[in-house]
């Protein structure tokens, strides 16, 4: 055991006859390492670019709600008639009155 500690820290497990098989292993490791960063680097970008969606549907969804409220106080009664009062229509005093058409069999 004592040995086998000694070679890895001098590093003669790398150049001794039977290393190929401990570069391949150490290759492996070192191409699974880059792909796991590589992975790691773009959930990264995944996750700010959610958050920097879900902001501007904040944003969006907010201006939405306030041109609604406008377009609710404008198409308040009280304030189309004083709309209207102003280019000289007034409404009428006279309710409205139904037309009833019969048929004519």
């Known amino acids: 055991m004592k040995k086998n500690i000694y070679s890895i820290l001098k590093g003669t497990f790398l150049v001794s006859d039977d290393s190929f098989k401990n570069w391949r292993f150490i290759i492996f490791i070192s191409v699974l390492a880059i792909v796991?960063?590589?992975?790691?680097?773009?959930?990264?970008?995944?996750?700010?670019?959610?958050?920097?969606?879900?902001?501007?549907?904040?944003?969006?969804?907010?201006?939405?709600?306030?041109?609604?409220?406008?377009?609710?106080?404008?198409?308040?009664?009280?304030?189309?008639?004083?709309?209207?009062?102003?280019?000289?229509?007034?409404?009428?005093?006279?309710p409205p009155k139904k037309i009833k058409v019969k048929s004519q069999n």
Do not use: C
């Not at 904040?58 to 939405?64: A, G, H, L, N, V």
């Not at 306030?66 to 009664?77: P, T």
């Open 36 to 94: 796991m960063i590589a992975s790691s680097h773009s959930a990264d970008k995944k996750v700010y670019e959610i958050a920097r969606l879900k902001n501007e549907v904040k944003e969006i969804r907010s201006t939405f709600l306030e041109g609604r409220i406008k377009l609710n106080k404008l198409k308040m009664e009280s304030n189309v008639i004083g709309k209207m009062k102003e280019k000289g229509v007034e409404p009428s005093l006279i």
